[in-house]
């Protein structure tokens, strides 16, 4: 399954973040869709040159962040991926943040390969109480037709905490049997912060059969450790100018990821 879905075992898959969406509050109107397309257009380019396995579109500039998608905002983010569409030379995946029956529905009108979300638990977050709705996700995606459409479970959220006890290798092996998890992530306490090596192994020695990937925070210098635990990767501001999470990729910085990369295979 993961090499058909992201195109290579131990997949980079790597995000093409669009700049603020229509409706949200850094949405530079002046510049319109055109520049949001643009600047995703550029983003692709470098990745693909750059070598990754595969993409994953994200509306990361849309802070603060929303728990349902926003007519306007979902409209613009479909119609940008259906611009973008005949640049992909690589599997593709989608993700509305933070909500996962959008995120599935994006998937099933864009043709997307698979989809990532906060899909499990109840977390105390700085977007208030959130309690995503997996199984509405899961009727949409076989109603629609697309089980094909593969769900990457974030089971740790960034910017949140989860409420209740269950350890972190619980609440895994719980999405896969209560919830039916084609992948399940590990993530930072934020965008860009790596997760814990410690949650990853415990994670993955619970969920043998289960593809475990690193959500957050991967590196040059950190890739070696987690590919020796984890079944992929999610990576975003590393191959960024500077590192910086609202900067344009740099396809220099991705080459030299990759090249680390193509040792370890």
Request: glycine share 10%; net charge negative; with cysteine.
């Amino acid at each position: 399954m993961i090499t058909s879905t992201f195109g290579s075992a131990k997949p980079i898959i790597a995000m093409v973040h669009f700049p603020p969406l229509p409706g949200s509050p850094r949405y530079d109107a002046g510049r319109g869709m055109a520049w949001i397309v643009d600047s995703a257009a550029a983003d692709i380019e470098a990745l693909q040159t750059g070598g990754v396995d595969a993409l994953m579109f994200g509306n990361e500039g849309d802070r603060p962040y929303v728990l349902k998608a926003t007519p306007e905002s979902l409209s613009a983010y479909a119609t940008a991926v259906g611009q973008l569409r005949p640049l992909l030379k690589i599997p593709f995946g989608v993700d509305y943040l933070w909500d996962p029956v959008a995120t599935v529905a994006l998937g099933v009108a864009t043709g997307a390969h698979f989809g990532r979300e906060i899909m499990t638990g109840v977390y105390d977050s700085d977007m208030g109480l959130w309690a995503p709705d997996c199984a509405g996700a899961l009727r949409l995606r076989h109603t629609l037709g697309r089980d094909d459409f593969k769900l990457m479970y974030n089971i740790n959220a960034e910017f949140a905490s989860p409420m209740g006890t269950r350890t972190i290798a619980q609440r895994a092996k719980s999405a896969v049997f209560a919830s039916l998890a084609d992948v399940v992530l590990v993530s930072g306490l934020m965008t860009g912060e790596a997760a814990e090596t410690s949650d990853l192994r415990a994670v993955k020695a619970v969920l043998p059969d289960t593809p475990v990937f690193a959500n957050t925070g991967v590196t040059k210098d950190n890739v070696t450790d987690i590919l020796a635990i984890a079944d992929g990767v999610v990576i975003g501001t590393h191959f960024k100018v500077d590192g910086n999470t609202w900067n344009a990729v740099d396809r220099s910085r991705v080459e030299r990821f990759m090249q680390v990369v193509a040792k370890l295979r």
